[in-house]
């Protein structure tokens, strides 16, 4: 079949035109970007239940008819907010639960202030978490509950679980969780104690500036930033793409300080030493075996993980005692394997699945 005379011309004249309305699109909402607001984040409806310090414990709105009798509580990682778990309607992980009927908690560590430097891991395993979960157990009238641990928020829970054999755990879930140390890349080598003087960082500094961190974090993959600023002009006519983008943007950059004395702990212990793997690690003279984790585990990794690479986490499942204890490897980065379209599609159903069978 042959084409009208003229329809090579006719399909150039309209591209031509789609491209000059994109480019008059980019530079309209391209002044927006510089010059607007950040977006609003962590909208699902919740009430702080109690405080202490810095740290919130949040409980969520029930949004669906029938709820879970379990409830489920969400730990964060210690350097980074949560609401990355919250971003906006259709982009939370905190929503799709709550609209599936699970009862969500959250564990908010908060911004840390000067003094909190003094603070350990003991603090959060021994001391926060365990007072989190009796507040959850008091509020909900149930004396179990699962956690969902997202990046070191899993690493916390895993050692929680290792030293509170007793309960009241009852399922354990972890996201791109750091175990063995000697796969964490270059960050295992920035961190050799030949060349990298922690004592020195925690005594000058007492806790760890943010911007060192998020300076680390992009020095892992030095290119990400310009293929971003990239994809953001081409799709800067985009108002969907360009509020997705701005909303992780902030997230990736709302980075808080690492309380001092945890970060020195973690640098020694963990990154230089590798006393977790070791069965060498204590904490309040405890000495942590993750074989004494009985209760059943899901652990799920992202494929393309730059941050926590899977050689870092594939030994929680292998060293965790559980009979029903599973991995997952999904497509996906250290962010976008919990939040953005991808997430709706693969992560959250599988968590669905997996927690409506072990939460009745």
Not at 19 to 35: C, F, N, W
Not at 284 to 301: F, N, S, T
Request: with cysteine; charged share 25%.
């Amino acid at each position: 079949m042959t084409q009208p005379a003229g329809a090579p011309e006719q399909n150039l004249a309209r591209q031509v035109r789609l491209e000059v309305e994109r480019t008059i699109q980019r530079g309209l909402r391209g002044l927006d970007y510089v010059t607007g607001g950040d977006p609003a984040v962590g909208l699902t409806p919740k009430t702080s239940i109690w405080s202490r310090g810095t740290l919130k414990l949040y409980h969520y709105h029930a949004q669906a008819d029938e709820v879970y009798r379990l409830p489920l509580v969400l730990v964060m990682s210690l350097v980074s907010k949560p609401y990355i778990l919250d971003l906006a309607p259709g982009q939370s992980l905190v929503e799709f639960l709550v609209k599936k009927g699970f009862d969500v908690y959250m564990i908010d560590w908060g911004v840390p202030r000067p003094e909190d430097c003094r603070l350990r891991l003991e603090d959060y395993v021994l001391d926060f978490l365990p007072e989190c979960l009796d507040k959850v157990a008091r509020d909900s009238g149930e004396s179990e509950a699962s956690i969902v641990g997202y990046c070191m928020g899993g690493l916390l829970a895993s050692m929680y679980a290792a030293l509170h054999t007793e309960g009241p755990l009852r399922n354990l879930v972890c996201f791109t969780t750091p175990i063995d140390f000697d796969g964490m890349g270059l960050f295992k080598r920035w961190t050799d104690p030949r060349h990298f003087d922690v004592d020195r960082i925690v005594d000058s500094l007492g806790n760890v500036p943010p911007e060192l961190l998020y300076a680390s974090f992009n020095l892992l993959r030095p290119v990400s930033q310009a293929v971003g600023r990239v994809q953001l002009w081409d799709n800067l006519w985009n108002d969907r793409f360009v509020e997705s983008y701005r909303r992780f943007d902030r997230w990736a950059a709302d980075q808080i300080p690492f309380p001092g004395e945890c970060f020195r702990q973690t640098t020694k212990e963990l990154q230089q030493e590798n006393k977790l793997v070791k069965k060498e690690f204590l904490l309040g003279g405890r000495r942590i075996d993750l074989a004494e984790i009985k209760v059943p585990l899901l652990h799920v990794v992202a494929e393309h993980d730059h941050i926590v690479p899977y050689d870092a986490s594939r030994a929680l499942v292998p060293m965790v005692g559980s009979e029903d204890k599973t991995e997952v490897m999904l497509k996906g980065g250290h962010v976008s394997l919990v939040a953005g379209a991808n997430a709706v599609n693969r992560l959250w159903p599988r968590i669905e699945a997996w927690l409506s069978e072990r939460s009745l």
